[in-house]
T-cell receptor, first 113, second 114 residues
């Protein structure tokens, strides 16, 4: 089954404790992206990747890191989480860079205390 | 910078009534246009997309959208609402050239009354 898998589904942590949210897709997609969803703001893009070892900032990259060492994986790293990073996070992928639908993971609800 | 505006954060309709969710984009060059739906506790799913060609696009679950270049709009409609349509709907755009960002609107939550 074609899917984007995110883990964990829920995460509660404390300020400053490094964490990683994993994302994996099994569709051999070139393009992967991370979004955060906040009430009234819709989805805002954090980082995206056009292919292995090629990443770029989205609209809200501060406080986040990503890497794309393999085509299927695109982890999101919070080196020193802060309460304003409490949000619902989605990973997404698509076959190509433009004009193709995004396949979304089920989301990760992160709470930073 | 490109932007997407969804008019109305909440829309309420009666079951069987017309659904109209509005979306306007800001770029002078028409982008790729998408509508996604999000059911509670789930990720987003594609309803329909416009790339080129016919301006009336049909999607899943009886939804359709019409691209109007002169109005920079891509409104989503469904002739008869069903209770199962209650969800949040997002309009999104991706440019044909230049950057690779997908920009989402703030979303419209649709309520369907029995």
């Amino acid at each position: 089954e074609a899917q984007v898998t995110q883990n964990p589904r829920y995460l509660i942590t404390v300020t400053g404790k490094k964490l990683t949210v994993t994302c994996s897709q099994n569709m051999n997609h070139e393009y992967m992206s991370w979004y955060r969803q906040d009430p009234g703001l819709g989805l805002r893009q954090i980082y995206y990747s056009m292919n292995v070892e090629v990443t770029d900032k989205g609209d809200v990259p501060e406080g986040y890191k990503v890497s794309r060492k393999e085509k299927r994986n695109f982890p999101l790293i919070l080196e020193s989480p802060s309460p304003n990073q409490t949000s619902l996070y989605f990973c997404a992928s698509s076959l190509r860079l433009r004009g193709e639908k995004l396949f979304f993971g089920s989301g990760t609800q992160l709470s930073v205390l | 910078a490109q932007s997407v505006t969804q008019l109305g954060s909440h829309v309420s309709v009666s079951e069987g009534a017309l659904v109209l969710l509005r979306c306007n984009y800001s770029s002078s060059v028409p982008p790729y246009l998408f509508w996604y739906v999000q059911y509670p506790n789930q990720g987003l799913q594609l309803l329909l997309k416009y790339t080129t060609g016919a301006t009336l696009v049909k999607g899943i679950n009886g939804f359709e959208a019409e691209f109007k270049k002169s109005e920079t709009s891509f409104h989503l409609t469904k002739p008869s609402a069903h209770m199962s349509d209650a969800a949040e709907y997002f309009c999104a755009v991706t440019p044909h050239t230049g950057g690779f960002k997908t920009i989402f609107g703030a979303g419209t939550r649709l309520f369907v009354k029995a």
